[in-house]
């Protein structure tokens, strides 16, 4: 699914968007892992010049997603909060396509290319719109699970699952120790 754009060289101005949600759920539910942000953000920015790089989250009132958050922000990568709407009957809702298409649009003057960390398809439109505005727009995401339609109008796809030791996290619990009966998870 990657494809290669020959106008991608070092001067280029790059921001990346990063739709936290789609891709932890990308990851968990193919491949039981967590994401690696930080490589996907250089992997992203192909050594151009990095303008913003920025992680759409959601929060919840335990605050126990904090550590995640501060070892984004520890990666020079920005967040943007977004508290979990509970609603009456127990729906849960915590979208942030509006506002990374809303920011991607204002960033757009900054910057010469605009990397969508997402496969979801609900961008198409912005994608659309960046480009007939004359931004270079790529999309870094699980192949199996990007919009047939956001991967053919991308000027770039980076299929994620094509090199997941890079990209995905294990969640296996990491050991002090490897004798039995004296792991302690750390």
């Keep these: ?10 001067d280029q101005r790059v921001g990346v968007f990063i739709d936290v949600q789609n891709m932890y759920y990308s990851a968990k539910n193919l491949f039981g892992s967590k994401v690696n942000f930080g490589n996907i953000v250089t992997e992203a920015t192909a050594g151009r010049k990095l303008v913003r790089a920025i ?3 959601v929060s919840t009132e335990s605050k126990e997603e904090q550590p995640f ?13 977004k508290p979990l709407q ?5 729906e849960k809702k915590a979208d942030w396509d509006v506002g990374i298409a809303v ?12 990397v969508i960390v997402s496969g979801d398809g609900d961008y198409v439109p912005l994608v659309e ?3 007939n505005q004359g931004k270079q727009v790529e999309v870094a995401a699980f192949g199996e699970t990007t919009s047939a339609k956001l991967a053919e109008i991308a000027d770039d796809v980076m299929d994620l699952s094509q090199d997941k030791a890079k990209f995905l996290i294990s969640d296996r619990r ?6 039995p009966g004296d792991r302690k998870a750390i």
């Excluded at 509970?86 to 127990?90: A, C, P, Q, W």
């Excluded at 991607?104 to 605009?114: E, F, G, Q, T």
């Design 1 to 10: 699914m990657n494809k290669s754009h020959p106008l991608k060289h070092p």
């Design 86 to 90: 509970i609603f009456y009957g127990g």
């Design 174 to 179: 990491y050991y002090k120790s490897n004798k």
């Design 55 to 57: 992680a759409y989250v």
């Design 129 to 131: 719109y960046l480009k």
């Design 69 to 81: 958050f501060d070892a984004l922000y520890n990666l020079g990568i920005e967040t943007k909060e």
């Design 103 to 114: 920011d991607c649009i204002r960033l757009a003057p900054m910057v010469d290319a605009i």
